[in-house]
Each structure stands twice: as structure tokens, then as C-alpha cells.
């Protein structure tokens, strides 16, 4: 029998594995000043713009925080979750954590937080630390690997660890674009979205997030990884290379971003005969913003505007069957050891 604690020692917590989802972030509202908090915060990031700050602030803190919060808020407001009163992304990031608990079971506590905005890293490592944990996988839910967005997940993390006098034991989740069960997963999800549309599309998009082409020169892999992850599902489905094409979207800036863009190629597709289109994003683990309305919204107007006839957007994986059963198998494979 364990020894009793002498008198005012503070209580002690039995040890415990706690695993924290962590996403990029979005506003607490579609209002401007929750727009601009939110895109202060993302575009101060020095991963996210590499240019000095002293040159890059004036001119973030300025012009682009002047008109940027409207238009981002007008979008946001379209594809808002108003039955839930807040952003997709929080909502399904939230039902992936509560589902992901209830497959792990209670010897593992499962917490979620933002890179950019609320629940914010520190919150979710403490409410891990509050619970007993002292073993956390961070786990940055992106496939593939880059600076701007695994990278500064874990730079967050390990600021907040700065501030903790007794740190937990931390590992952290590594890209899994290449996972046989994140393969899977992907693949089945493209299949099961074409084969509910009414149309046989001509073509079908995996459209990732893209990044200064730049950053890919200085050595950042995420190229390389989104590329080998299209190859992949489309070997994994027996498709030609012609079905299955990788675009980049999201671009910001006047520099040279990774291409093909995904607008351009879809403004490009109907004179070339491929009327009829089908996109899916697979650097992005959570439906959200670039997602919902830049691809399912306005990717479709830019689409039919150039005279192409039938749209779909396939969403993310989110908290679906398939998307949880994939998560659950890469979690536990690196929670080897520790449970």
C-alpha cells in the first residue's frame, strides 16, 4: 500500500496520457474585430511570412488589416455553422475530439486547440497537465509536413512548455501522408463522393493549400509530400494520372506561389473539354474556410463562369467514419510505449 502524503504536501494526480488536437485556428466571430484579432495573429506568424517583421508589420498593421477583416468576414459568414453559433472548423475539431475520447477510452484524456485564436495551445496543454498528464502527444492534424503549418503548431506548444515548471514528457505526431490508413481513408472518401454524384466527372482535383514557392527552395518538403500523396490514392484506386491532378490554392501576395493554382486550372478546364469537375482537398483534416467557401463557393462560380456545366466538391474527412477510424490508428501508433 502507498504511503500516505505527509501533511500539506498538494495532491497528486494519478499519471496520465493525454493526446492534444491541434488545428490552425479561425475567429470567434464573423464581426471585423474578430476577423482582424484572428488574421493579426496568423500573418504575424514569422513561419507563415518569413519577411522581417520590421518591413512586414507597417504594412499588416496597415493596409492589409484595413480591408482584408471585411472580406474575410463576408466569407466567413457564408459558410458559418449559425445552428452551432460558431466556425465549421471549431465545431467539427470539437466532435473529432469528443469522438476520438470515446475511442481511446479513459486512461487516455483527448483535449483540442488552436494554433490562431481560441482554445488557444497553452489552455489545452493545461487542461491536459489539470487532468493528470504527464506524457502528451501533440498531434498537429496536417498529412503532410511544413514549416507554416506543423512546424508552428509545435512551436506554440513548446512556448506554453516554456512557462511549466514540471513539463510533461511530450512527443510529437508526425506527417502521415504516406500512412496506409490515411491512404485508405482518402481514397475511399474520393470513391463513395464520385459515386453519389449524378455526373462522371472528367477530372477530379486534389487541391492543397499552397505556399511561396520560395519556402519550397529553402528545403520545406510539403511539395514533395502533396504530390506523393496524390500518387498514392491514385494508385491506390487503379485511376490514370489524367484523373486525378494536384492543384495549389490560396495564394497571397504578389510572389510566386506553388502551381498549378487551382483557380486558374479550374478557369482553364472547361476550354479544354472538362466540363464536368469534382475537387478534394487533401492537406486539410477539418472543412473550413478555404474549403467550404473557396472551393465549394467560389471555385464552383469560377468554374461555371468559364462555361463548365457540373461542380462537386468532396469534403474532408472531419470526424466521418473513415476519417476517425484513420486518426485513431495513427494516434495509437505513436502512443506505442506510453499506453
Not at 118 to 147: D, F, H
Not at 206 to 211: D, N, Q
Request: proline share 7%; net charge neutral; glycine share 6%.
Amino acid at each position: 500500500m502507498a504511503s500516505a502524503l505527509p501533511p500539506g504536501h498538494p495532491p497528486i494526480s494519478t499519471p496520465r496520457v493525454g493526446v492534444l488536437l491541434l488545428n490552425l485556428g479561425t475567429p470567434d466571430g464573423t464581426d471585423y474585430w474578430s476577423v482582424r484579432r484572428y488574421l493579426s495573429e496568423f500573418l504575424s506568424d514569422p513561419r507563415v511570412i518569413e519577411s522581417p517583421q520590421w518591413l512586414w508589420q507597417p504594412i499588416l498593421q496597415g493596409v492589409v488589416l484595413s480591408t482584408r477583416p471585411q472580406k474575410s468576414g463576408v466569407n466567413y459568414k457564408r459558410i458559418w455553422d449559425y445552428q452551432a453559433g460558431d466556425s465549421p472548423l471549431r465545431v467539427i475539431t470539437r466532435n473529432q475530439t469528443t469522438k476520438l475520447q470515446e475511442r481511446l477510452g479513459k486512461d487516455i484524456v483527448v483535449e483540442f486547440a488552436m494554433r490562431y485564436g481560441n482554445p488557444s495551445t497553452k489552455s489545452g496543454i493545461e487542461a491536459l497537465q489539470a487532468a493528470g498528464c504527464q506524457r502528451i502527444l501533440l498531434a498537429p492534424l496536417y498529412p503532410q509536413y511544413s514549416a507554416t503549418t506543423t512546424a508552428t503548431a509545435n512551436d506554440k506548444a513548446f512556448d506554453a512548455l516554456r512557462d511549466i515548471r514540471w513539463q510533461p514528457a511530450i512527443r510529437t505526431l508526425p506527417a502521415y501522408f504516406e500512412e496506409p490508413a490515411y491512404i485508405e481513408a482518402l481514397a475511399q472518401s474520393i470513391a463513395d463522393g464520385v459515386a453519389k454524384l449524378d455526373f462522371t466527372p472528367d477530372v477530379i482535383l486534389t487541391s492543397y493549400h499552397g505556399m511561396p514557392k520560395l519556402y519550397l527552395e529553402k528545403g520545406d518538403p510539403y511539395h514533395c509530400q502533396c504530390l506523393k500523396t496524390t500518387r498514392l490514392v491514385r494508385e491506390h484506386l487503379g485511376w490514370a494520372e489524367e484523373k486525378l491532378r494536384v492543384t495549389f490554392q490560396s495564394r497571397f501576395g504578389p510572389t510566386e506561389w506553388l502551381q498549378p493554382y487551382t483557380d486558374k486550372t479550374l478557369e482553364a478546364l472547361p476550354g479544354l473539354g472538362m466540363k464536368r469537375v469534382a475537387v478534394v482537398s487533401p492537406a486539410f483534416s477539418v472543412d473550413c474556410i478555404e474549403t467550404l467557401e473557396e472551393l465549394a463557393i467560389t471555385g464552383r462560380e469560377q468554374f461555371e463562369h468559364a462555361g463548365g456545366e457540373r461542380y462537386a466538391y468532396i469534403p474532408c474527412l472531419n470526424d466521418s467514419e473513415l476519417g476517425m477510424q484513420m486518426l485513431e490508428s495513427v494516434i495509437r501508433k505513436e502512443l506505442a510505449g506510453w499506453v
